[in-house]
Antibody, heavy 120, light 106 residues
Framework: EVQLVESGGGLVQPGGSLRLSCAAS????????MNWVRQAPGKGLEWVSY????????YYADSVKGRFTISRDNAKNSLYLQMNSLRAEDTAVYYC?????????????WGQGTMVTVSS | EIVMTQSPATLSVSPGERATLSCRASQSVSSNLAWYQQKPGQAPRLLIY???TRATGIPARFSGSGSGTEFTLTISSLQSEDFAVYYCQQYNNWYTFGQGTKLEIK
């Protein structure tokens, strides 16, 4: 079964750091581009970051640029998001999402999400 | 940044009836437009990509149309499991999502 499973969320104080992980299974992870998308409580979806299949190309939303770092380990079938200098407005469910090779670059597989709460 | 605007914010429709959801882009996104369905407590699910192609396993009652800046998602005969929030997404110039349309039971 094709699956993405996020972990690493939790409660962190403003200014703190957190590292999210996304474990992939059921497909050749190294062949796929990946993204992080977040959703604040009761709000819509916001794209956060993109990484190419090899990890050589990376992009960020302006709202997280300079504070978040996306990375991947293809040998471990894992995607990561290092989040530093966290703010209250970063509070959200964070999803990892696969760019579908046969879905015209839409996000065809999503994880179940991990909740990040930034609060003192 | 390309801004995606969905309308209406909430749509009330009876089961068995047709639902039509709209999505407008602030500039042309060609056919690089997807629709997602999200139910409470669940991750989004891809319904439509390329503006009009159904994703794997999506029932034929879901259809998408449009290109450029105007797009439509139509659900031909609403089933109970279709009541959810629907998001459009452009992937022509990175990625942006609409604010969502909540489809509720009338």
């Amino acid at each position: 079964e094709v699956q993405l499973v996020e972990s690493g969320g939790g409660l962190v104080q403003p200014g703190g750091s957190l590292r999210l992980s996304c474990a992939a299974s059921g497909f050749t992870f190294s062949s796929y581009e990946m993204n992080w998308v977040r959703q604040a409580p009761g709000k819509g979806l916001e794209w956060v970051s993109y990484i190419s299949s090899s990890g050589s190309t990376i992009y960020y939303a302006d709202s997280v640029k300079g504070r978040f770092t996306i990375s991947r380990d293809n040998a471990k079938n894992s995607l990561y998001l290092q989040m530093n200098s966290l703010r209250a407005e970063d509070t959200a469910v964070y999803y990892c999402a696969r760019v579908g090779a046969t879905a015209n670059d839409a996000f065809d597989i999503w994880g179940q999400g991990t909740m990040v709460t930034v609060s003192s | 940044e390309i801004v995606m605007t969905q309308s209406p914010a909430t749509l009330s429709v009876s089961p068995g009836e047709r639902a039509t959801l709209s999505c407008r882009a602030s500039q042309s996104v060609s056919s690089n437009l997807a629709w997602y369905q999200q139910k409470p407590g669940q991750a989004p699910r891809l319904l439509i990509y390329g503006a009009s192609t159904r994703a794997t396993g999506i029932p034929a009652r879901f259809s998408g149309s449009g290109s450029g800046t105007e797009f439509t998602l139509t659900i031909s005969s609403l089933q109970s499991e279709d009541f959810a929030v629907y998001y459009c997404q452009q992937y022509n110039n990175w990625y942006t999502f609409g604010q969502g349309t909540k489809l509720e039971i009338k």
